[in-house]
């Protein structure tokens, strides 16, 4: 007799890790909210580097993905007592630091011309190899909304039901989007060597 779990195509091994690492990270949550201030770390510990992450890819800049990273944890910490235990701790923390992350690129294009996009090093453009190049300039032609689901999805190998979550929006309406973003870009390296 199949396992459930193998006839829709999920390892019931991933799903009961996934269940156990929101398991824990809601006991830390409850121990940081009675007090345990220093539990927190251990949250902070897990998560970090997904963040790092998930904030450089979207803004294509360690240092001030840095900086965001850090100010999602503080401001995870200061709403903490607002965290609702049906959600998952990484989706929440993860809205938080796109949301620090958005508002930075909405800065950027106040204030930021091309005199920026110029003033990259030669070394800097030249370390990546051109198909690279060529799909992350096609990236940054998209819309942000597009930009963020192709990070979340194949920089960070999230599943469409974690994007989902993490953005609150309904499951369909990710693999909608991701198609659209892919699309796109196909039409935009179609006739530039890429393919």
Do not use: C
């Not at 609702?84 to 204030?111: C, G, M, P, T, V």
């Amino acid at each position: 007799m199949k396992n459930k779990n193998t006839e829709t195509g999920g390892d019931p091994k991933l799903t009961s890790t996934k269940q156990e690492s929101t398991n824990e990270d809601h006991k830390i949550i409850r121990q940081v909210l009675d007090g345990d201030v220093n539990a927190y770390g251990k949250l902070v510990k897990k998560h970090q580097q997904a963040v790092f992450n998930l904030l450089t890819a979207m803004l294509r800049d360690q240092e001030q993905a840095s900086e965001l990273t850090q100010q999602a944890f503080v401001q995870s910490y200061e709403a903490l007592g607002s965290f609702r235990f049906r959600h998952k701790y990484f989706s929440w923390l993860y809205r938080i630091a796109i949301n620090l992350a958005l508002n930075e690129l909405k800065k950027r294009k106040k204030y930021v011309g091309l005199d920026a996009i110029r003033s990259m090093k030669n070394e800097e453009m030249f370390e990546e190899d051109e198909k690279k190049m060529m799909l992350n300039k096609a990236i940054g032609k998209l819309k942000e909304k597009y930009r963020l689901l192709i990070s979340m999805k194949y920089d960070l190998d999230m599943t469409y039901h974690d994007i989902a979550e993490t953005l609150g929006i309904p499951e369909k309406k990710v693999k909608s989007r991701l198609f659209d973003a892919r699309v796109q870009l196909k039409e935009m390296l179609v006739g530039t060597g890429y393919f």
